[in-house]
């Protein structure tokens, strides 16, 4: 909120037609307009000049930019959410581009998360990022990490997908996988930052396979129809058009200068008559179509790899549902009270190798047991319900293509 002393507008000025007319900043001129900031809800007054602060924070510039300029040598803006330590952290910021300045006095994690919180509504050029090494050090330091209520009240303050959200999920997951305590650690915590860390833990535990399998599968790419279609792999695609041999060459060793001589000399081949091209394959077409049980589980085979290793769209998707659940290790130990039927991706791969199944519509069910359990067990807008709804989705659309896949890879016998 800005406040014009004395009350009225001045007339407009030529020095103060737009602030960013003086950028770039330089102490090498005068700036003699000070902004008066009142902190807190006892408003104690901080001063700092007012291009400095607009060359620094997005908040400011647009700020003095919409409102009437004046000649005035102080202007004034509240700021009743910040506490006195927060902003002179962010004083110190804007002026040594630092937030710890002494290694013996380390700011609180309440305060840093305020830090942030403060950078983020201001716009202050990098003292978000300062404010996430600061607590990084904070860490290594006191050798401990943020309590609970202030983790809640992170995910209550702060953007989903926020740079400090991320920092302090890697921090609680790593917690949940050593600590003894961690069952009672995830009664603590609400069940939407409860769902977010799942499937972080998740995507936590299956980044180093997703690049060991994103590798290999452009190292040796296959024809293979689940992504082929898949628009988001269009650098699994590129690769595999790079590596393929162009059509019209035979495989083997290409001939030597003697064969191509010999064949040159070669009466030419009397033409032949040219073959009746295929009917092209409609989906109409297809869905009339009926293969063998055999096709169909090949494809269900082929969809799971594809699931379980890769390429990266499938890595991410299928994180939290690729093992069964453990519901102490996992923080959900009422798990197995709603779900009656558990289900995994992993478990459906040893019942696919044992071969456990009879025909398609089997292993379809057990993949859509999966969803059943999620949308049970979790809310709907949480995280891992949104999860299991994006799964769902590229599943069943893969699915819908079976007929398809199965032409295209030269099935064409029917039953």
């Known amino acids: 909120m800005l406040e014009q002393p004395n009350g009225g507008d001045s007339p407009v000025t030529k020095a103060n037609i737009n602030v960013q007319e003086k950028w770039p900043f330089s102490w090498l001129e005068p700036h003699p307009i000070f902004v008066i900031i009142l902190v807190g809800p006892d408003e104690q007054p901080f001063g700092i000049q007012k291009d400095f602060l607009c060359d620094r924070s997005e908040f400011f510039q647009k700020h003095f930019s919409e409102a009437t300029a004046d000649d005035k040598v102080e202007q004034i803006v509240r700021l009743p959410e910040a506490t006195n330590e927060v902003f002179g952290l962010a004083q110190s910021f804007l002026y040594t581009d630092a937030v710890i300045s002494d290694v013996s006095n380390v700011p609180s994690y309440e305060a840093l998360v305020g830090l942030w919180n403060l950078g983020h509504k201001l716009g202050i050029r990098g003292l978000c990022d300062k404010t996430l090494e600061a607590m990084i050090d904070c ?5 401990r990490i943020p309590a609970t209520p202030l983790l809640i009240q992170v995910w209550k303050d702060t953007p989903e997908g926020s740079s400090i959200r991320k ?9 949940m996988r050593s600590s003894d305590a961690r069952a009672e650690f995830a009664k603590s915590l609400p069940q939407e930052v409860l769902s977010e860390l799942v499937v972080a833990m998740s995507s936590f535990d299956t980044i180093s396979a997703a690049v060991d399998t994103s590798v290999v599968s452009a190292a040796t790419p296959r024809k293979n129809v689940h992504y082929l279609e898949e628009e988001s792999e269009d650098e699994v695609l590129k690769n595999t058009k790079k590596n393929r041999r162009p059509l019209g060459i035979p495989s083997g060793p290409l001939p030597t200068v003697d064969q191509k001589l010999a064949n040159k000399n070669k009466p030419p081949r009397p033409s032949l008559s040219k073959p009746v091209p295929k ?5 109409g077409y297809l869905d009339s179509r009926t293969f063998t049980t055999a096709q169909k589980l090949d ?3 082929d969809l799971l790899t594809r699931m379980l290793s890769g390429p990266g769209f499938w890595t991410r998707l299928v ?8 519901p102490v290790e ?19 791969k040893v019942k696919m190798d044992r071969k456990d199944y009879n025909d398609d519509e089997e292993f379809a069910a057990d993949v859509r047991q999966i969803f059943e359990n999620c949308f049970k067990y979790w809310k709907k807008g949480d995280p891992m319900w949104n999860a299991g709804e994006k799964l769902q989705k ?3 659309d893969k699915f819908s293509h079976m007929n398809k896949w199965i032409a295209k890879m030269g099935g064409e016998e029917g039953e």
Do not use: H, Q
């Open 139 to 143: 860490r290594r330091i006191t050798e």
């Open 167 to 175: 920092l302090l999920l890697s921090w609680t997951a790593e917690y």
């Open 279 to 283: 009917r092209r394959t409609s989906a």
């Open 299 to 301: 494809f269900c085979t």
């Open 319 to 326: 994180g939290p549902f690729r093992e069964p659940v453990e």
């Open 330 to 348: 996992d923080g959900v130990p009422d798990y197995f009270d709603k779900v009656k039927r558990p289900m995994d991706l992993s478990t459906i």
């Open 394 to 396: 590229t599943f069943e």
